[in-house]
């Protein structure tokens, strides 16, 4: 399970020429400051050559390994976690989008079918930062799994907020970071306390 996680995630960072690199890049580092995780030095092919002799089947490109990544993590977590994350998501739609929150009821595809154009570009910022925050604190948490040891408290937090700025880099544009920023700290906040909880309680 490590093993596959660690494959997907130095293929994602070695695939310069992709959106998802300077994310992963910013994953693999924030690990090697805090002494979590020593990136490789293998290329692309040779990563790809490393997951064939692992019998580990092979992304064919970028959006797949994030699929194939998203996967592992989500297995590996506990179920409650798991209810306990979806259950946020459609609280924060709630919250953000009262006026629209009764279609919800109905299924999310006619909730998103509702958004008007301001709306839509609200909702896909906040899945996206969901998303990559999620996947990044489900790594931690994996990893976590095998050195319980080194991968503390504080280092969940030190991983959480650099990801966290990274994200808003990457994701918003000036104006929209200054919309955005505040609750996107609080809505960090949140998150940490979730997987802390399943972590260290």
Request: net charge negative; hydrophobic share 40%; with cysteine.
């Amino acid at each position: 399970m490590k093993k596959e996680t660690i494959y997907l995630i130095e293929y994602l960072r070695k695939s310069i020429h992709t959106p998802e690199h300077a994310f992963y890049e910013c994953i693999a580092q924030t690990l090697k400051a805090l002494e979590l995780y020593h990136p490789s030095r293998y290329t692309l092919p040779q990563i790809l050559s490393l997951m064939h002799h692992q019998n580990q089947t092979a992304p064919k490109d970028a959006q797949e390994a994030v699929k194939m990544l998203d996967s592992l993590l989500e297995t590996a977590l506990p179920l409650p976690l798991q209810e306990a994350k979806k259950t946020l998501f459609m609280t924060l739609l709630h919250s953000n989008f009262p006026k629209k929150k009764s279609f919800l009821t109905v299924s999310l595809e006619l909730f998103l079918s509702q958004l008007e154009p301001v709306e839509k570009s609200i909702y896909e910022n906040l899945l996206a930062y969901v998303s990559g925050l999620n996947r990044a604190l489900s790594l931690f948490f994996v990893l976590s799994l095998e050195e319980p040891n080194t991968f503390t408290p504080e280092a969940l937090v030190h991983f959480g907020e650099t990801v966290h700025v990274t994200l808003i880099e990457l994701l918003l544009n000036e104006e929209e970071r200054g919309h955005l920023s505040n609750g996107l700290k609080e809505l960090l906040g949140v998150y940490l306390s979730l997987y802390g909880k399943y972590l260290y309680m």
